[in-house]
């Protein structure tokens, strides 16, 4: 059973370019939330996702955006990068809160981006 | 919004020695508190739980325990190996957000 995948491991942009980072959720699961962890510190939330709808955002600029599509597989967008936007962005995947409360969120191993 | 803190920052244990780091969160509705496990270069991997319907949990070498009235809470590693040499991260959520709040972060090393 295949856990949350994400790709690409590792990207390389310079400033003012735009990127998108890919998710595939864990077997069964149907939300996916987006995170960021700069180097030192613990994830910080971007949005969520469910139902293809933006459920829950948090306070990121709208640089930042999202999809996700009928297979439950999502992509994160970041438009006009700045260095600042390096960091790991991680994608975690559960099972909606309105199903089962309290569902634990799984992570996968994360996109290294990379800001030049 | 909800606010977590996390102590210590870096932990060092005698292999065989316990291992206790702390949480405290903000947000009284919060009622969910996973700990993860983040090794170099992977995400964070899940390994214990509790809600706020429960004051301790155990699994095997690990237990969680939480004291609502205060609003803090602590993961207990005994019989510590090498290989629980990581960054522990906590985490608080309430059944109205969807977003896991995230602590610091707390790096274990355990010496052999």
């Known amino acids: 059973d295949a856990g949350v995948t994400q790709s690409p491991t590792h990207l390389i942009k310079t400033r003012g370019q735009q990127v998108t980072l890919r998710c595939s959720p864990k077997?069964?699961?149907?939300?996916v939330s987006w995170y960021q962890q700069a180097l030192g510190q613990g994830p910080q939330f971007i949005f969520q996702?469910?139902?293809?709808?933006?459920?829950q955002r948090g306070n990121f600029p709208d640089r930042f955006s999202g999809h996700q599509f009928p297979n439950y597989s999502s992509e994160l967008n970041v438009n006009a990068l700045l260095l600042g936007d390096s960091a790991l962005y991680l994608c975690?995947?559960?099972?909606?809160?309105?199903?089962?409360?309290?569902?634990?969120?799984?992570f996968g191993d994360g996109t290294r981006l990379s800001i030049l | 919004g909800e606010n977590v803190e996390q102590h210590p920052s870096t932990l060092s244990v005698q292999e065989g020695d316990s291992a206790v780091i702390k949480c405290t969160y903000s947000?009284?509705?919060?009622?969910?508190f996973p700990w993860y496990k983040q090794e170099l270069g992977k995400g964070p991997q899940l390994i214990i739980d509790?809600?706020?319907?429960?004051g301790e949990k155990k699994d095997q070498r690990i237990a969680v325990t939480l004291n609502k009235t205060a609003k803090h809470f602590s993961l207990h590693i005994t019989e510590t190996q090498p290989e629980d040499s990581a960054v522990y991260f906590c985490?608080?959520?309430?059944?109205?957000?969807?977003?896991?709040?995230f602590g610091s972060g707390t790096r274990l090393q355990v010496q052999p």
């Open positions: 975690a995947s559960s099972r909606h809160y309105s199903t089962v409360s309290n569902q634990p969120q799984h």
């Open positions: 077997s069964g699961h149907d939300t």
């Open positions: 996702y469910y139902e293809e709808e933006e459920r």
């Open positions: 947000d009284s509705a919060s009622n969910y």
């Open positions: 509790i809600r706020s319907n429960v």
């Open positions: 985490a608080a959520r309430d059944t109205g957000r969807r977003a896991l709040t």
